[in-house]
């Protein structure tokens, strides 16, 4: 983990409104945020930037998130990644966890709960207490 309370934190959303709204709730609890629109941008921040945790949406333009978080993964197996997604199948969440991926967190999000999330990451242990928008793994 970064020195200090906040966390270095990569977000990748091609949604710019909600990588923005999102990197600011983010800044507001201490975290410095590392932006992403693209899976080959996600890439190259985590090549040069000491990261403590990703956040990565699913449907992106160029890479999908799992083939962003297999790339990632190959150069940072230990950066935990949350992925973000609208959509609700649970397919999409049993893939997500199958891969490796600590939380599929569906869009919208409930703050509180995203701040559990957070700490239960970095600390790597899923906290079993939450149901609805967050599917563990296990």
């Known amino acids: 983990m970064s020195s200090g309370k906040g966390l270095s934190i990569l977000i990748l959303d091609d949604d710019v409104l909600f990588l923005e709204s999102f990197k600011e709730f983010l800044a507001q609890d201490g975290h410095l945020v590392y932006p992403a629109t ?3 941008q996600a890439l190259e921040i985590v090549r040069h930037v000491p990261l403590d945790l ?3 949406d699913y449907d992106l333009p160029d890479l999908d998130g799992i083939e962003t978080f297999a790339r990632i993964h190959r150069q940072r197996p230990e950066l935990p990644a949350i992925f973000l997604s609208g959509n609700s199948s649970a397919a999409l ?3 997500v966890l199958e891969v490796g991926g600590f ?3 569906r ?5 509180c709960r995203l701040r559990v999330v957070i700490r239960e990451a970095i600390l790597k242990n899923p906290f079993e207490g939450l149901e609805g928008d967050v599917q563990w793994r296990n």
Do not use: N
């Open 54 to 56: 990703s956040f990565l």
């Open 103 to 105: 939380a599929l967190i």
């Open 93 to 95: 969440e049993r893939m």
């Open 107 to 111: 869009k919208p999000f409930d703050a």
């Open 38 to 40: 693209r899976g080959c």
